[in-house]
């Protein structure tokens, strides 16, 4: 009777052990599953082994540029990859130097007919490179990963490559007119409308919200601006190599600047950073733009018009 009893108490006890163990676990499982989440919505899916399904692995052996200018943008996006074929994409030859254009397509796989325009677009124009990741604006980092594995790969013998925004209007005479003008082929170098301290956004509602387990620091280390920079061709692979041990932030711009961070290489200031233009004047004129790099525009439309106002007049400025 009296050890019947022990029995029973003993059993009560570890009963209840086992059911706190269980809600214990249960629970911490659940913190993981929401932390776990909160990260995956920031997580940027590179390394990985992403293909090329439409490619010009020869373009730059056949035509040895002197800079090879990459026009990221999206797949569905062929207006844009128009404007720029009419506008600045048309100057090859500046000064004997050749600059090659290519635009950089990420997929829209589910999308049959849009792949089969962009082979016959890619027939035509010979221009496009796409990797076989899913194109969208938070894998923009992604995008400029696989711009310089290819850079790295397809063109070690030229010698700038530039990552230009679809929406900027580039000044190709005035960029070779730069690079040219600095005393000697450069190594380790970059160089754009350089943002200094820039502070990390910790506002969840920001479209630029980083959250502090995914980058600690409160502000970003100096990075050229997006929408136009420029480097000396030894970068790419260097950017490449140590990006495997910088975790990817979306913010590809950003990202770049922490990846240079870690190679203990600042970006430059160039030149003369008024010619590099987020915003221009109301009151645009061609004598403007011909004193200028890169011009951020608001439409395709402004873009054509700005360059057919530069071009339809040969008196200079
Ligand atoms: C597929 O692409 C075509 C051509 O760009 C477009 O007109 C169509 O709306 C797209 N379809 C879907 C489902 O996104
Ligand atoms: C691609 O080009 C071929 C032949 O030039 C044409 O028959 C086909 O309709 C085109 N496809 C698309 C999606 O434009
Ligand atoms: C980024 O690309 C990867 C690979 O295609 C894909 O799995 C992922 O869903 C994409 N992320 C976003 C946010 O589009």
Redesign the pocket.
Known sequence: MFCKSWLLVGLFILLNVLLLYFTATTLETRKWQKMAKKTW?H????P?N?RFILDQPKKCEEQKPFVVVIVPVAPQNVEARNAIRITWGSEELVQDKLVLVLFLL??Q?ANETLQEQLQNESQVYQDIIQS????????LT?KTLVMMEWLSKNCPQASYGAKVDADVLLNIKNLLHMLLSLKSLQRNYITGLVLSGNIVLRDPSSKFYIPHDVYPKSRYPPYPLGMCYIFSMDLPEKILHISRHVRPI?IEDAYVGMCLKHLGIAPKKPPNIGQFVVKPPQRFNRCYYSGRIAILTNSQTQLISYWMDFHSDKRPC
Request: avoid cysteine; hydrophobic fraction near 30%; charge should be neutral.
């Open positions: 919505n997580h940027v899916a590179y990985q992403y990420g997929s796989s076989n990741f899913l194109d969208s604006y938070r894998n992604i979306f």
